[in-house]
């Protein structure tokens, strides 16, 4: 992997580890959107959704209503169609939607009703959609999920030509993390690489969460020189890691603005899963001429 002209070489040798005690910090916030940009015909739309993510912490009965906003600032009434739906992470972080299996073993899709499933918002003006969710009695301590997934489409022109253009409707959805009880949290490092990838360099830690929770990662990265001094510093990204599944993390180390001399060099991460322990790997990557 070139760098700024400079071949950059991980050696592949990782170590991981935990360390470093400390008590354990709450679940962050995240913000996930997905959004398929309508074509020209339909540019002038223009909603913004609030909030785009929802996290709640109840007990197996337990009952809650929220509510979204829905902002027009375009220029022309917007229809909405409110639903709910199952979602799931690829390996990259990137949400999914199609293909995902329905009612999985942490779906809280049939816990949720929505009110109204349709409104149409005049310009300048807001739209509520509020949901209801109703915890099963019998449900088991677990990180669920679910999303409700915005259609809009334009409210005037004719309902037969409107079905036409199905295809350029945009979406977006606001995700639900429903986290019942505080079932314990088992995340392990179990991969580190570095990769080039457009101006950055980033080394990528592959969580895998065994647990039956969502976690939120933070924390730190480290790129010590030869002689040990630390010589680039950086924040790990606030990201979901869901239960029982495996994700990459992308880390920026270092961009195009500030290259590394020729060297060898050692990458020391420490992640905060929300256990006792900080979660610590490192691997070594060298530039060349």
């Not at 609030?50 to 220029?75: F, Y």
């Not at 429903?178 to 457009?198: C, F, K, W, Y």
């Not at 990204?237 to 603005?257: G, K, M, N, Q, Y």
């Amino acid at each position: 992997m070139e760098l700024h002209g400079r071949p950059l070489h991980p050696d592949h040798r990782f170590h991981a580890h935990r360390a470093l005690t400390r008590g354990v910090c709450p679940l962050g916030a995240c913000l996930l959107l997905l959004a398929i940009w309508p074509s020209p015909l339909h540019a002038q739309l223009s909603i913004e959704v609030s909030p785009l993510r929802v996290e709640l912490q109840t007990t197996p009965g337990g009952t809650t209503t929220q509510a979204v906003t829905l902002e027009n600032s375009g220029k022309e009434a917007v229809r909405v169609r409110a639903r709910v739906t199952d979602w799931d992470l690829s390996r990259d972080g990137t949400p999914q939607f199609e293909g995902v299996a329905e009612n999985g073993p942490f779906s809280a899709t049939s816990w949720i009703r929505l009110a109204p499933p349709e409104i149409v918002i005049e310009p300048g003006k807001a739209g509520i959609v509020r949901f209801n969710m109703t915890v099963p009695a019998e449900t088991a301590p677990a990180g669920y999920r679910a999303g409700i997934l915005f259609e809009f489409s334009p409210a005037s022109g004719d309902p037969v030509a409107r079905a036409r253009e199905v295809q350029f409707k945009s979406r977006i959805a606001t995700l639900i993390y429903a986290n019942i009880g505080q079932p314990a949290v088992n995340v392990e490092l179990t991969d580190m690489s570095v990769r080039r990838r457009g101006d950055e360099t980033q080394v990528i830690a592959v969580l895998k969460n065994t647990s039956k929770r969502s976690i939120r990662t933070k924390g730190s990265v480290t790129i010590f020189d030869a002689s040990g001094k630390p010589v680039r510093e950086g924040m790990v990204p606030d990201v979901p890691v869901l239960p029982e599944s495996e994700r990459e993390v992308p880390i920026t180390a270092f961009d195009v603005s500030k290259p590394l001399p020729v060297g060898d060099y050692r990458v020391e991460v420490k992640i905060d899963a929300g256990m006792p322990a900080l979660i610590v790997g490192e691997t070594t990557f060298k530039v060349d001429k």
